[in-house]
Structure formats: structure tokens, C-alpha cells
């Protein structure tokens, strides 16, 4: 199911778009993905690694198809924001172009 996960005890309380199964209050979560922000001229990446308690779950039923909104915070260490030295721009790379066979008479 669409989920919106919201990381209550980060700074800036970031919202991620993931599927998981329909979770309760008092699940447990194991969670590994980063995040990168330009803040103030910076570039910070957030590394969430380990496993979350679920604080606040609700399904949002106005928008189809219906996503459940969960209030996720730390069992362990609560994961921050670091600054990076140099920051990467990262740009999409387009796969290459497939051209029609050419058939030989």
C-alpha cells in the first residue's frame, strides 16, 4: 500500500513516499534509505538506517488511491542531517536510444 512516512524526531520532520504493508501503532519498522537537501548553500545527506516504531498511523481515503500516512520515530539512534563537502549533482542518465532493426534484401 502507497505510504507517507513522516520522521518525527529528525529536524525538519521529512516526508518520504514508500509502499509498505498496513502498519498499527507500536509496529516496528526496519527502514534503509538516504536523503539528500541543498540547505543554505550546503549540501546534507540523511541516513536512515535501522529500525522505527510507528507513533501515529491514519489512512488519507480523499485521494485515490488510498495511502496510509504513518508518524514513524527511532527504537536506536536517531538518524541526522550531516553537511557534505562537495556535493554531487546528480542528473538522470538516459539509457541509449534503441533503434528499428534493419532488415538486409
Known sequence: MMTLLELSDVSDQPKIKTDLPLCQVG??????????????????VLEVRGQFRVMAAGLDAANLPQRQVLSVESAGVTPSWRAVKKGVEWKRVLPPA??????LK
Open 98 to 103: 534503441k533503434a528499428p532493426r534493419t532488415t
Open 27 to 44: 509496529h516496528r519498522v526496519q527502514l534503509h534509505f538516504c536523503l539528500r537537501r541543498k540547505k543554505a548553500g550546503r549540501f546534507e
